[in-house]
């Protein structure tokens, strides 16, 4: 039997790096025995509705230009698959014998692989089926953190930088929300670009600590008296000890209609707009008169910044749409993961896990990356971040 076709989609929310995974995984399909090596536009969308495309004959500047290029160079797409998909996609599958089924994202797109494999596994087709990673929120579990997310823990570190200048030149109290859902990877490098105590962020709110409005208008008050200003990082996914976003609840509450709105695979809405920042900011202005308040909601622009792409993340990233392929002719499927070496100078390698183990599921950051005496972060979330960065530049100080 011949290897087949081999097809591959980009899903969920784009990266600075997901085409460098796109780029690893055509270089090493074209050179191996795939029948034809084809793209879907728009994931799981295009492939169900059969809009592919040649992979096997871009130019080497062409190439270049993919890897090189932010966000989803095949168009991505939010689908949850329903049994109905699925089985028309297998059979879609069998009849243009694609047997090499490949889909760089997050969680989500790990559990689309699952069902895609264990939908032809059903009906006696046999396929391959692999995750390659990606997610700026750094929640997959089994690798040591995924691909995207240094570029944006990049970004986020030097805006915090300038934000903090710009903090320091009119005192007032600037709160930043940043995407993270279940996990505060993202918001927790905010931290990486500080050169002193006094810079910001002065707080750090993560979904993994229970978030109580009343202790966070203390603990935002007594450093602005402290310091005349605080700059703080907030999870956009930050939650009561119920598990209910903020957000949420405060809209309950307040008949604001501020949230509600789900996707496919029926998460809510967090991210799109400046809700969370506005209310936390309309919060402390009403407990801290005469505070001059602002806010900024990161949003969509860190995820895709081309000025801030991380030289190691974008390595990795090629790195594991590379081992893709490689993995295919040894295994019948899997996810892709990054495994930490310790060692004097950082390095991963790459490997595979099963998709079961890495589907729906999210990784939150542990506890000892978490400050328990403070909202904050430790040394050893320093240590465990910076490397995926590439290194960020401490801020010169000019303020007299």
């Keep these: 039997m011949s290897a087949g076709k081999a097809v591959i989609g980009q899903s969920g929310g784009p990266t600075a790096v997901i085409n460098k995974s796109l780029v690893g995984f055509i270089k090493e399909a074209i050179n191996s025995d795939f029948d034809e090596v084809l793209g879907a536009k728009h994931g799981l969308a295009g492939m169900l509705s059969q809009d592919f495309v040649d992979l096997s004959n871009l130019s080497e500047s ?7 290029t932010p966000a989803a160079a095949l168009g991505s797409v939010r689908k949850k698959p329903t049994d109905h998909d699925i089985e028309k996609l ?29 939908g032809a596994k ?28 240094g570029s944006a823990a990049r970004f986020v570190a030097h805006a915090f930088q300038g934000d903090d200048a710009d903090n320091r030149s009119l005192n007032g109290i600037k709160i930043n929300v940043l995407m993270g859902r279940h996990a505060g990877w993202l918001t927790a490098a905010s931290t990486l670009g500080k050169s ?20 966070f208008l203390k603990e935002v008050k007594e450093v602005y008296d402290a310091l005349g200003r605080c700059v703080v990082a907030v ?26 709105k789900t996707d496919s695979h029926g998460n809510i809405q967090l991210s799109g707009s400046g809700a969370l920042g506005d209310t936390l900011t309309n919060i402390v202005s009403e407990y801290i008169d005469g505070a001059r308040v602002r806010a900024d909601t990161f949003g969509y622009l860190q995820r895709s910044f081309i000025a801030d792409v991380s030289s190691v993340d974008a390595e990795e990233a090629e790195r594991v749409g590379q081992h893709a392929v490689v993995a295919s002719r040894e295994s019948q499927s899997g996810s892709v993961i990054l495994k ?10 790459v490997g595979t896990t099963e998709l079961r183990k890495v589907a729906k599921h999210t990784k939150e950051m542990p506890s000892e990356f978490i400050d328990s005496t403070k909202p904050y972060v430790t040394n050893e979330f320093f240590e465990y971040a910076m490397p995926l960065t590439g290194g960020i530049e401490p801020k010169t100080q000019i303020f007299v």
């Design 340 to 349: 930490r070496q310790f060692s004097e100078k950082y390095y991963c390698e």
């Design 196 to 215: 002193s105590e006094e810079d910001g962020p002065h707080l750090v709110y993560v979904p993994e600590k229970t978030f109580n409005i009343e202790n």
């Design 90 to 118: 297998v059979s879609i599958f069998e009849k243009q014998n694609i047997r090499n089924f490949f889909y760089i994202g997050g969680n989500d797109s790990a559990e689309t692989a699952n069902l895609v494999a264990e």
């Design 235 to 260: 999870s956009e996914g930050v939650h009561n000890e119920k598990g209910e976003y903020f957000l949420q609840t405060y809209a309950d509450q307040s008949g604001s209609g501020l949230a509600g």
């Design 122 to 149: 059903s009906i006696g087709y046999e396929m391959k089926a692999f995750h390659i990673p990606k997610t700026i929120d750094n929640d997959l579990l089994e690798t040591d953190h995924c691909p995207g997310y």
């Design 62 to 68: 062409q190439l270049y230009g993919i890897g090189k």
